[in-house]
């Protein structure tokens, strides 16, 4: 599975970004895609995630209420609406695929990742 994810930029704080994600290669009817990031000199954390199946979504207590994961099977694509950003969200943005399973957070549980592309917030 290749991913590329796109749509970052420079915004002011308390606007809005769209991120997106899309999968080529291998198909997939199941498992999970997610968005991670990471910011300078820390860890990748796990932004959001959703089951490709069924749609079920999952939230960083850090982005809730403000981000929105939704996918598009038919393109397989993934998205993440980012609104009322803050200076804390600067990051390279990773979105990430994995297998069916259990619902993870972990970076090590996601097998396939796309390149990143950079989100700034502005304060």
């Known amino acids: 599975v290749q991913l590329q994810a796109s749509g970052g930029g420079l915004v002011q704080a308390g606007g809005s970004l769209r991120l997106s994600c899309a999968a080529s290669?291998?198909?997939?009817?199941?498992?999970?895609m997610g968005w991670f990031r990471q910011a300078p000199g820390k860890e990748r954390e796990f932004v959001s995630s959703i089951t490709w199946s069924g749609g079920t979504t999952y939230y960083a207590d850090s982005v809730k209420g403000r981000f929105t994961i939704s996918r598009d099977k038919a393109n397989y694509a993934v998205y993440l609406q980012m609104n009322s950003l803050k200076a804390e969200d600067t990051a390279v943005y990773y979105c990430?695929?994995?297998?069916?399973?259990?619902?993870?957070?972990?970076?090590?549980?996601?097998?396939?990742w796309g390149q990143g592309t950079q989100v700034t917030v502005s304060s």
């Open positions: 290669g291998r198909t997939f009817s199941s498992g999970h």
């Open positions: 990430a695929q994995r297998g069916p399973g259990r619902v993870t957070f972990l970076v090590s549980e996601y097998a396939y």
